[in-house]
Every structure is written in structure tokens, then in C-alpha cells.
């Protein structure tokens, strides 16, 4: 999805660098290149910002991992310690067994010696019965059937063999415990074995996505020096036109000019306020928003829907009318660079005005208007918070304070 947008948008810039250096001769469609450029921008923007978004989700995501694989650790650390203390357990009790070992071979040995004796007291009956003995608890058992022995040494017998079986069932409890464990180590290292790889291929996604932001700001960095490009040929566009002004006053005056190209302040009747009975400022020339402020802000209650006329004579150059966002907001829908609908009219001399936000526009590009003449309705589209006109006055390119138009 990611790179179907990369190509197109790519694509687009492509495009406008292509229009850029062939066939932008107009300054409408100069405006109409830095409005789409913007628009692209904003583009940019709110999908950086998505996968900004998506960059923090997959790191908690990741440290969230990080952090169960090392609790997964420590559990596997502490099944360890715990194996280990079976282990000692077990050696602790193969010594003991070892150690009643010992002494059932000295009580053996002593019991020889009382066969011996039998023997030699002609008890051949109850030799002949011991000596037939398979292993140790059959002896035990035919020593029961020796009426010679004496209790005492049945007793010690019965007592060690007694011993004997108790800790081999230990033992056979702390391999079954020492068993169980391992078998749980042996799961909880497969948990953490899928985890590692878990945790890799989300660090390979999140990876992945730094990436795709990085060249996400290569595109947006492409995108602004493409609309620096735009802004230079309008800069030289009003920059030539103010030339070929200057010459024509200098060939009207002989060959001499008063004029300093400053920007003109026009107060003889001819312009006429843009929102007829709306004259509420909301906000003034170059307020500091973090950047200057180009142009003067018409509000007030009721203004939504009211007319917009032109401030003076002139000619449409551009109009933007396909915004349908007509509402406030902290952002911009990027339609018209952010001017949503608007109408912009040159009105000779270096001098143009744009009327922006409008809820529609209805005059069209190629009109001649009349100060005062019905070109538009107030609206909120584009980058607006509310309902207001957006009146901006440019002489030669440059934005100048509009309320100079007004003694």
C-alpha cells in the first residue's frame, strides 16, 4: 500500500517538475502548481504523521517483548537454581545410601561370623538355608526361619533395610520433582525461543518503518523544493512585470520616474470593502502564528454563507471550487493549499487580491469583475477554524498589509 503511494505520488512530482520547466507560462497556472505542491505536502504530512503513529505503537510493542523476554528469563534462571538445589538433594541422599551401604556390609560381616559359629555348633539345616540365599532381602527373609540367630540382629537387619527403602522413595521423589522442573524449563525455553523470534521480526518491522519515514521526508523535501521552484518563477513572473511597469512609466514620462516600486497605498474610493456589513477583524496583518500571518481575517456572527464581492476591478486569474470540507478545524484538508475555495483577481498595475475559504465560488476564471461585484460566499473550508474571509492583497507577489487600500 505503502509504495502504490510512494509511485504515485512520485509520479505527481514528476509531473509538476516536468510542468514546471515546460509549459507554466501563465501566472494562474504558476498559482495552480503551488497550490497542488502544497496540497501534495499536506499529503506528505498526514502520512508521515500516520506512520509516526504506527512507529510509536510497534516500539511499545517491542519494548513490551523486551520486557517479557526478560521475565521469561528470570524464570528460567530461578528453575535452574531450583533444579540445582534437587541435584544437591539427590547427592545428599546417595550418600546416605552409600554410608547404610557400608554399614550393611559390616553387619553382614558380622553376621558371617555368627554363621560361623552355627555352623560350627552343627546347625546344618540352617546353614544350608542361609547359604541358599539370592540377595540381600531374601537372606533378611531365611534369617527369620533361623531359630539360632538372635533378635537383636533380626532387628538391625529390619531397621536398615527399613532405611534403605525411605530414602530410595526420596530419591524417587526428587527425580520426579527434579523431572518435572526440567520439563518446565525445557517449555518456558521454547516460550522464550518464540519470543526471540517474536521480537525479531518486530524489530524488523519497526526497522522497516523508520525507513519508510525516512523516505517519506525525502519525498516531502523533494516536495518543497519543488514548490521553492514554483515560488522563484512567480517571483520572476511579478519581478518581470514590475520591469516592463516601470519601463512603460518611464517612456509615458519621458524617461523619468518618481515611482520607488513601493506598494501602492490607494485610498481614492475606487476599492470597496469585500464582506458588505461584516467588519469584524478576527485576526490582522502578519499576526505571529508561528509564522506571519499573510493577509486580514473578516468574521462575525452570521458572516457563514453571506457575500463576498470583488475589492476592485479586475480579471479572475484563478479559482479554486471543488473543497466540499466546509467546516472548522485544527488542520488542513489541503484543498487549495490550504485556501479551500478561493478566488484570486489581478487588477493591473502589479496588483492582486485573493478572497479564501469561501463555502463557494462563483465567478470563473477569464472574468472581468467590477468593484463590488458578487464573486463568492463566506465559508470555512480549507485550512479555517471558522466560518471567515481570508482577504489577501499582493503587489507583485509580495502579500501587503490590505487595510493600506483603505483611508
Known sequence: MLKRIFCALLAVTMVFSAVI?????????????????????????????????????????????????????????????????????????????????????????????????????????????????????????????????????????????????????????????????????????????????????????????????????????????????????????????????????EQESGGSSDGDGSTPIIGNGDWVWPTPGYYDLSSGWAEDRGYSHGGIDIAGPGIMGSTIVAAHSGTVIDVCNYCEHNWGKYGSCGCGGGYGNYVWIDHGDGKATIYAHMTEAVAYVGQTVSAGELIGYVGSTGYSTGPHLHFEARYYGERYDPMTEYP
Open 21 to 249: 520547466f515546460t509549459s507554466a507560462d501563465t501566472i494562474s497556472e504558476l498559482e495552480d502548481q503551488q497550490a497542488a505542491l502544497e496540497q501534495e505536502a499536506a499529503e506528505y504530512e498526514a502520512i508521515i504523521s500516520d506512520k509516526q503513529n504506527e512507529i510509536d505503537k510497534q516500539q511499545e510493542y517491542v519494548d513490551a517483548l523486551t520486557a517479557k523476554i526478560a521475565t521469561v528469563n528470570e524464570e528460567i534462571s530461578v528453575i535452574r537454581e531450583k533444579i540445582d538445589v534437587y541435584n544437591d538433594k539427590i547427592a545428599e541422599k546417595a550418600e546416605t545410601i552409600n554410608s547404610l551401604n557400608v554399614q550393611s556390609e559390616e553387619n553382614m560381616d558380622l553376621l558371617r561370623q555368627r554363621l560361623r559359629s552355627i555352623y560350627l555348633a552343627g546347625n546344618a539345616s540352617s546353614i544350608e538355608i542361609i547359604m541358599g540365599a539370592k540377595d540381600f532381602t531374601d537372606f533378611v527373609d531365611k534369617l527369620q526361619l533361623v531359630e539360632s540367630l538372635s533378635d537383636y540382629d533380626a532387628k538391625l537387619m529390619d531397621q536398615i533395610e527399613s532405611q534403605l527403602d525411605g530414602i530410595s522413595d526420596e530419591i524417587k521423589e526428587l527425580n520426579e520433582a527434579k523431572e518435572a522442573l526440567e520439563k518446565e524449563t525445557e517449555e518456558i525455553t521454547k516460550k522464550q525461543e518464540e519470543l526471540n523470534g517474536l521480537l525479531s521480526e518486530n524489530k524488523t518491522l519497526l526497522a522497516n518503518l523508520f525507513t519508510e519515514r525516512e523516505e517519506l521526508g525525502a519525498l516531502l523535501d523533494s516536495n518543497e523544493a519543488s514548490q521553492n521552484e514554483v515560488e522563484q518563477q512567480i517571483q520572476a513572473y511579478y519581478e518581470e512585470q514590475k520591469r516592463l511597469e516601470q519601463e512603460r512609466l
